[in-house]
Every structure is written in C-alpha cells, then in structure tokens.
C-alpha cells in the first residue's frame, strides 16, 4: 500500500502546518511575516538588487486600503493587510499560472485563508463589499509595480489592473529592500493593528 504524500509544512516557529486541512492554532504572525518577505512577486522578474516581495506589496495594499476605505475599521485593515497571507506557504503564482493550475489552488487558498483569518480574529469569510476594496487596492498596488519594475507600459497595466486614480497613488512609491525590513515591517503593522482590534 502506497504511503499518502505529506501535506504539512514544518514552520520556523516549531508549527506544523497541514496545508489541506489548516488548523489556526497553527498558524503564528511571525511563519507568515518570515514567509512572505521571502516570496518574490511577478516570480521575481523585477528590477532592482532585491526581489519585491509579498509582504512588501502586502503593506502597500493595506495603505491603499486605508485610503480607498478611510472609515475602514482596523479589523479590515488588517483583513487587507493579510489578503494574500496563503502565499507564506504556497508561494506566489502569477494569475495565468493559477488559471493553467485549475480550481484546486482556488480551494487550498481559500481553506488557508479562512484558518488564517479565525487565528487572528477575523471572520473566516470578509463581507463581498470589503473583498472588492481590498481587491481594487490590490489591483493599484499591482497597476504600480508593473508600471515601475516588472517592465509593463502604463497602455499594458491599464489594460490587466485598471487605471488606477492618482490621487491615490501619487505620493507612493514602490520599495526594494532586504527581507529582514520587510518581515519586521509587516510585524511591526500587524501588532500595531492587532492592539486596535483589543
């Protein structure tokens, strides 16, 4: 008899992670902010000395967020700010490789997802009307990436992610920097988030 494949994941934390049935008491803040500072977006085909990575793009989207949704309250932000906390473990595909990949790494996100949002006080489901603000600053944040490091023409960006308004973003800027002060940012914003919500 064939032994089942493992389908857990040994974190730096000590946890262990069973990717297809993800339990929150598993998961820690500081698995998610490590993971993620060390996943690079657009599989890593950005300019720069260092890779732009989801935790990265994860804070801009939480600013962009804030300013979309300024009456947000923070357990939104902080929904916003873990939109794409999945990622930690199952890395970041770009869109036409989750298309080719089929509903199966729809299912495992979702699953993911859903744990990661009990363990930090949020429901397992965010309402349809907060999804599509943390969509659309998703979509800005990626509409600035592609324009200023992963080589797109604004005509091309627009076309994939929406022009965005530039009220929005007109102060903002992409940053490129060394893992270590992404992971302790995003820890940094979590906490800061985390003591809102009591």
Do not use: C
């Not at 490091?149 to 903002?172: H, V």
């Amino acid at each position: 008899m064939m032994k089942p494949p493992r389908a857990w994941q040994r974190m730096l934390s000590g946890r262990r992670l069973d990717l297809l049935d993800p339990t929150p008491v598993d998961i820690e803040i500081e698995d998610i902010a490590h993971g993620l500072a060390f996943v690079a977006r657009w599989n890593g085909q950005t300019n720069g000395d260092f890779a732009y990575s989801v935790a990265e793009h994860s804070l801009l989207v939480e600013v962009l967020f804030r300013r979309i949704a300024p009456k947000a309250p923070p357990k939104w932000q902080l929904a916003a700010l873990l939109h794409d906390a999945p990622e930690y473990v199952i890395g970041d595909m770009i869109s036409p490789v989750k298309a080719a990949v089929g509903p199966g790494y729809k299912d495992l996100d979702i699953r993911l997802t859903s744990a990661i949002h009990i363990r930090f006080g949020l429901p397992a489901t965010i309402p349809a009307s907060v999804k599509r603000q943390i969509k659309k600053a998703d979509n800005i944040s990626a509409w600035m990436e592609a324009t200023s490091i992963a080589g797109f023409t604004e005509a091309e960006a627009n076309k994939f992610f929406g022009k965005p308004d530039q009220a929005l973003i007109g102060d903002l800027t992409i940053v490129l920097r060394a893992p270590v002060e992404t992971r302790r940012d995003f820890t940094q914003r979590y906490e800061h988030l985390s003591r809102q919500l009591g």
